[in-house]
């Protein structure tokens, strides 16, 4: 079966940290650009973080950039989200998408349904 599965989530106070984790299964990532999303309800999905195939270029939304780190391990076939200083702003569902290029795309319309796993939610609390 193939799936993206993220977990790491949780409740978290704010200032606190959380590494999240998105593991593929039935299909390699080693080729793939890889994203993180979130999701505030009653909000869309945006754009959190982004990693290409390599792993040598990294970008992130304004919001996140100095406290949120994407690596990637494609032995482990895994992409990682690290989370310092977290801020109430920063709840959500967070997800995880597979680009079918090398490099991430920051539009989550790019991405096909079974590209995206089921999220993990992150909560802030103030």
């Known amino acids: 079966q193939v799936q993206l599965v993220e977990s790491g989530g949780g409740l978290v106070q704010a200032g606190g940290s959380l590494r999240l984790s998105c593991v593929a299964s039935g299909r390699t990532i080693s080729t793939s650009g890889m994203a993180w999303f979130r999701q505030a309800p009653g909000k869309e999905r945006e754009f959190v973080a982004g990693i290409t195939w390599s792993g040598r270029v990294t970008n992130y939304r304004d919001s996140v950039k100095g406290r949120f780190s994407i690596s990637r391990d494609n032995a482990k076939n895994t992409v990682y989200l690290q989370m310092d200083s977290l801020k109430p702003e920063d709840t959500g569902v967070y997800y995880c998408?597979?680009?079918?290029?090398?490099?991430?795309?920051?539009?989550?319309?790019?991405?096909?349904?079974?590209?995206w796993g089921k999220g993990t939610l992150v909560t802030v609390s103030s």
């Open positions: 998408g597979q680009s079918k290029a090398t490099y991430y795309e920051s539009n989550p319309e790019a991405y096909e349904k079974d590209y």
